[in-house]
Structures are given as structure tokens and as C-alpha cells.
């Protein structure tokens, strides 16, 4: 993971100086990448001039690179990314240099974006003509914001920002920019991901009234296959064994009389095979060294490194305990992998009567949330499956005083532009849980997790129909309206999701991983039918029918109670959030 900075501006007088927007967004971008910061200043034509900065986390390759990257005539990268796949995937080699090898090469660049299977975020100055690149993947699963200054003709470009830079956006994940830097004043062109269809056309015209800029439309990039070909309306044979199954009387009976079919069972072994790929090379393609022993390396100091390289964050719910369980086959067998297992103080008092017949007050263990009861369920049934593993069950606990700190000092600009009450909590809880310091095994010390890789379960819900309205979509509206919805959901992770989680993870110096949206996976899950991922009818209810195929994968390798959890939202779960407010409300905490 890295931080990356761009500052373009005409004002050749300010060149020198250090940019506004570089102060107020140098503290949160140096934190993700502690290993190596770095600061250029290129006149890029006779009108340009731009400030690079970036930080890196060492994550590829057997030495540190440095960036901003800037090859022999002159072009400049700045890439935040791994390259998981797919044609420019290569072992032992840092991605930027390979980026760097593939964009001088192409004088179109566009087409190379078309071979990486990964997620990214990138800025790139293409010398010989000008143009100044930037974007993130279609997923849209690495940060990048931009602000435009119509007035003084700046353009800034961050990883993260802070509420200071009024007027910043998101990048939205629908295709690469372009800004042409012949020109005398600030412009952009977008290469549409895919065909532009009515979201797109939102999107375009909310950042164009936003930026004050209008934005050219460019020929399309590629084009993924979605479900909208698809026949929406099963027929009874394609429901008649889903339907046989409700007659059996626990939900894991159910799940292993499924397995039986021989079309269902493909279908669980081809999904466990993806997720499988996608776990491991999200694993093995890091340094072996923890947080700890790397910045040993970096000072040339031979390491042998056992410590926890991997963590998850584990509500203990059945996308986590999936994840634990396949990384289980790809990381050391002597070292540990440690469970992140977060919970917020609650206040409540219970009443009890004493032997003298006085009412005393007993405080109610103050985590002991819906979260940490799963949590510590599921990590026993891992310690069953796995025995010889060394599972680090760690216990972060927030008070409220705690929370309200980090919240107000740090968090609140990670989160920026984002600001609703759900951005807050979901937040919140993601800031503390990828933190990872806790205790182990009800021990008084403080453990704080030397990983530098978080597994993280985001995607899963989208693909599989994991949330409470896609029952109630599939009730009031059927099949087809459920595979719009699924559509619609998996198009606006980035914008909901990914980017705040992305700025909020990084923060601690460790880098977010999300094999549910390993591309491979993605593709294959969206040409199912609805059906072939879920069932989320009254036929099956919650713990069975959502997330079905996804509940069949956990059975399959091994599950029994965690294969039937039901879906709990994270920031209930961990009892940060109050159900009695608006999530869409602006929170006035922030």
C-alpha cells in the first residue's frame, strides 16, 4: 500500500513552495507508507509544473522502490496497487516497475490497463504527449480523491485528505482520466470502464457540477459481462431440489443434503477453488517480514521473521471464518495468524438482589457484544478444524472515551469527503479493528497485531445476496428485480464502501486485501443466477437462504455451526452503531 499525492498548477512562482494541500494531507498519507517518503517537483511543460509525493509500503519485489517513479524519458508513475493476475503478473518483481516498463512501452496506454487483474489506484504523466493519467480499477477498491480549483487552475490528486480540503470528491471507479496538459487551462477526459449506461451519465454530470469542469467522453476501455443477458425466471426444475431441502429440520442437514446435487456441488467446488487462488496469492505475494522485523531489513539487518504476517478481521461471521480457514493452507504452519475481533464499550446496568436483600448495581461485562460471542464460537470451531494452527484471538476493546478521541482527531479526516452516520460507525470500526491492538486470551498484556496484510471479507454481501432487502426485493418484485439489485449493489461498492475502507485500514501501516472481489471470482459469481447464489425465500429463511452458495462453500470445508450465521450488520454486531439513527443523516460527531 501506498499514499500518492499530485499537485498540478501554472503559478510557476509557487513552484518552490510546498503546497497547501500537501500540509494538510502529509500526516495521513505518510502513515501508509512508513517505509519510504518521497517528494519531486518536475516542470512538466512550458505552462506545468506538478509536486509528486509519495509514500511506500514495501509489499513487492525483494527490494523497497522508490516513488514517485520516473523512467528514462522523462514519464512519472505514481502507483498504489498489486497486480494479483492476469498478463502483467509476475513473482519477485515490483508492480511499479513493472507498470513503469509496460506504459513507456504503449504510447496508448489505455489498452495496458486491460491486462492487470488487481486492485489500483494510479497517476501517470505520459511525456511525449503531455497527458496527465489518472483512475482507479473498475472495482474501485484503492482511494483516490481529486479537487479542482477553477480559479487558480490547480488540480490536486491524494490517497486521503483531510476536512481542511474543502471541495474534494472521490474519484468515481467508472474509468481512467485524462487531463491534457497542452492546454492553458484545467480540463478532463474519462475512458468509460465499460458502455455508459444511466448511472454513468449520473455520475459524469454530479463530478462535472461539482469540479465546475466539463468532462469529454472518450472511447470505451472494455466491457464486463454482466447478468442483464441472463432468463430471470426459473423454472420448477431449477428450484425443485432447493425447495425439496426445506422439509429437513436443521439448516446443516440442508446445507449437506445440497451438496448431494451434482450441479450444486460444481458449482461450491468451483467457487472454493477461485476463492482458494484468490486467498493465496493475497497472502504469498508480500515480504516475509512483519511490521516489526521489516524495518530491520530496510536498515540492513539480517531477520529471520516468525511473527504474524496475516490478519483477518473476524466478527467470527461466515465471510471472515471462510477466509481464516483457507489462509490457514497458505501461511507457515509456525507462524500465527491473528483473529481481529473488535467490540465498543456499552452502559448498561442490571439489577440483582443481594444475599442481605439490599439492590446493588453489577455493571454487565462491557464487551461482550453480539460480535465477540460469534467471534469466540467460530474461533473454536477453527481451533477444531485447524488444531495444529496457532490462532491469536484478539480482543479489541474501544471504551466510549477512546472513541470519541480517535474520532475527532484522526478519524474524521480519513473519512472525509465521506460524512453520513453509516461512513461514522462502519468507520470507526474498521479504524479500531485494523489497529489491532488488544489482548489474547484474556491475558492483561496488550498484543498489537506485527501483521502488515488484513484479509478483509468485503464484497461478500454484494455478490452472494447477504442484506435483508434482497429478501424483500425477491418477495415484492421476483428474480429479475434481485439480479438488477445485485448488479446495481456490486457497481456502487467503491463509492459506498471500498474507498473509505481503503483510507481507514491504511492508516495503520497494514494493507487491506479482499478476496471476494478477486476479479476471477467476481466474474464468474455474476454469471450465475440469482437463484445459484442465494435463496432468499421464506422456503429458507435467515442463516440459510442468504449468502446459500457462500454457506454450501463453508460446509464444504468443513463448518457447522458458522456455515448457518446469520447475516449481522458490523456496526450493530460490534455495538458501535444506534439503530434508532438515520444512517443516510450527516453526522454532527464528525
Known amino acids: 500500500m501506498c499514499g500518492i499525492f499530485c499537485y498540478i498548477s501554472q503559478n510557476h512562482e509557487k513552484s518552490s513552495q510546498v503546497p497547501n494541500e500537501w500540509n494538510a494531507c502529509k500526516d495521513l498519507i505518510c502513515a501508509r507508507?512508513?517505509?519510504?517518503?518521497?517528494?519531486?517537483?518536475?516542470?512538466?511543460?512550458?505552462?506545468?509544473?506538478?509536486?509528486?509525493?509519495?509514500?511506500?509500503?514495501w509489499m513487492?519485489?525483494?527490494?523497497?522502490?522508490?516513488?514517485?517513479?520516473?523512467d528514462s524519458i522523462g514519464n512519472i508513475l505514481l502507483w498504489n496497487g498489486d497486480i494479483f493476475s492476469g498478463d502483467l503478473a509476475q513473482d519477485n518483481m515490483c508492480d511499479t516497475d513493472i507498470m513503469l516498463n509496460a506504459l513507456q512501452s504503449s504510447l496508448?496506454?489505455?489498452?495496458?490497463?486491460?491486462?492487470?487483474?488487481?486492485?489500483?489506484?494510479?497517476?501517470?504523466?505520459?511525456?511525449?504527449?503531455?497527458i496527465l493519467y489518472f483512475g482507479r480499477d473498475i472495482i474501485g477498491r484503492h482511494s483516490l480523491l481529486l479537487k479542482v480549483n477553477t480559479d487558480e487552475n490547480v488540480l490536486t490528486l491524494t490517497s486521503v485528505a483531510s476536512k481542511e480540503l474543502h471541495g474534494i470528491t472521490e474519484v468515481p471507479a467508472i474509468g481512467i482520466f485524462a487531463v491534457n496538459l497542452t492546454s492553458s487551462r484545467v480540463n478532463?477526459?474519462?475512458?468509460?470502464?465499460?458502455?455508459?449506461?444511466?448511472?454513468?451519465?449520473?455520475?459524469?454530470?454530479?463530478?462535472?457540477?461539482?469540479?465546475?469542469?466539463?468532462?469529454?467522453?472518450?472511447?470505451t476501455i472494455l466491457e464486463f459481462d454482466t447478468l442483464t443477458h441472463l432468463h430471470m425466471h426459473p423454472d420448477i426444475k431449477d428450484l425443485e431440489y432447493l425447495e425439496s431441502s426445506s422439509c429437513l429440520d436443521n439448516f446443516y442437514k440442508t446445507l449437506k443434503y445440497l451438496l448431494e446435487s451434482k450441479e450444486i456441488y460444481e458449482r461450491v467446488d468451483h467457487l472454493s477453488h477461485l476463492l482458494h487462488k484468490a486467498v493465496e496469492v493475497r497472502i504469498k505475494k508480500q515480504p516475509k517480514f512483519c511490521k516489526m522485523c521489516v524495518q530491520l531489513v530496510l536498515n540492513g539487518e539480517k531477520v529471520e521473521c516468525n511473527h504474524a504476517k496475516v490478519g483477518i478481521l473476524f466478527s467470527g461471521g461466515l465471510d471472515s471464518a471462510i477466509l481464516a480457514l483457507i489462509a490457514d493452507k497458505y501461511v507457515l504452519q509456525n507462524e500465527s495468524i491473528d483473529l481481529i475481533n473488535v467490540a465498543f464499550e456499552k452502559s448498561v446496568n442490571i439489577s440483582r438482589k443481594s444475599n442481605t436483600n439490599n439492590g446493588e448495581q453489577a455493571t454487565e461485562d462491557q464487551y461482550d457484544v453480539p460480535d465477540r460471542k460469534t467471534g469466540k464460537q467460530t474461533f473454536m470451531e477453527l481451533s477444531r478444524i485447524c488444531p495444529k494452527r496457532k490462532w491469536n484471538f484478539i480482543e479489541v476493546n474501544v471504551s466510549q472515551t477512546e472513541l470519541?478521541?480517535?474520532?475527532?482527531?484522526?478519524?474524521?479526516?480519513?473519512?472525509?469527503?465521506?460524512?453520513?452516520?453509516?461512513?461514522?460507525?462502519?468507520?470507526?470500526?474498521?479504524?479500531?479493528?485494523?489497529?489491532?491492538?488488544?489482548?489474547?486470551?484474556?491475558?492483561?498484556?496488550?498484543?498489537?497485531?506485527?501483521?502488515?496484510?488484513?484479509?478483509?471479507g468485503m464484497g461478500a454481501d454484494?455478490?452472494?445476496?447477504?442484506?435483508?432487502?434482497?429478501?424483500?426485493?425477491?418477495?415484492?418484485?421476483?428474480?429479475?428485480?434481485?439480479?438488477?439489485?445485485?448488479?446495481?449493489?456490486?457497481?456502487?461498492?467503491?463509492?459506498?464502501?471500498?474507498?473509505?475502507?481503503?483510507?481507514?485500514?491504511?492508516d495503520h501501516g497494514r494493507q487491506s486485501r479482499l478476496p471476494y472481489l478477486d476479479e476471477n471470482l467476481v466474474q464468474y459469481v455474476q454469471q450465475l443466477k440469482p437463484w445459484e447464489r442465494c435463496y432468499p425465500t421464506d422456503k429458507m429463511t435467515s442463516g440459510l437462504g442468504d449468502k446459500l452458495l457462500l454457506r454450501l462453500v463453508a460446509c464444504k470445508l468443513g463448518f457447522q455451526d458458522t456455515a448457518n450465521f446469520p447475516k449481522r450488520a458490523f456496526q450493530f454486531g460490534s455495538r458501535i452503531a444506534n439503530s434508532k439513527e438515520n444512517a443516510k443523516d450527516i453526522s454532527n460527531r464528525l
Request: proline share 5%; charged share 25%; net charge neutral.
Open 33 to 57: 507508507g512508513p517505509d519510504k517518503v518521497t517528494e519531486r517537483i518536475e516542470y512538466l511543460t512550458p505552462n506545468w509544473f506538478g509536486h509528486f509525493n509519495a509514500s511506500v509500503l
Open 60 to 70: 513487492q519485489g525483494s527490494n523497497l522502490n522508490i516513488q514517485p517513479a520516473i
Open 108 to 130: 496508448n496506454i489505455i489498452p495496458v490497463f486491460q491486462k492487470i487483474q488487481g486492485p489500483y489506484s494510479f497517476i501517470y504523466f505520459q511525456k511525449s504527449t503531455n
Open 188 to 219: 478532463l477526459s474519462c475512458y468509460p470502464w465499460k458502455e455508459p449506461d444511466l448511472r454513468f451519465t449520473d455520475i459524469i454530470e454530479t463530478l462535472e457540477t461539482h469540479l465546475n469542469v466539463d468532462i469529454n467522453i472518450r472511447e
Open 404 to 456: 470519541q478521541k480517535h474520532r475527532s482527531s484522526r478519524i474524521c479526516n480519513l473519512l472525509y469527503p465521506l460524512c453520513t452516520i453509516l461512513d461514522e460507525s462502519l468507520g470507526c470500526a474498521v479504524w479500531f479493528a485494523s489497529r489491532a491492538k488488544g489482548t489474547i486470551d484474556g491475558s492483561a498484556n496488550i498484543y498489537e497485531s506485527p501483521c502488515r496484510v488484513l484479509l478483509l
Open 462 to 506: 454484494e455478490l452472494f445476496g447477504g442484506y435483508m432487502r434482497h429478501r424483500t426485493i425477491l418477495r415484492h418484485k421476483g428474480w429479475d428485480a434481485l439480479a438488477e439489485e445485485l448488479n446495481i449493489e456490486l457497481a456502487r461498492i467503491s463509492e459506498r464502501n471500498l474507498g473509505r475502507d481503503d483510507r481507514i485500514v491504511s
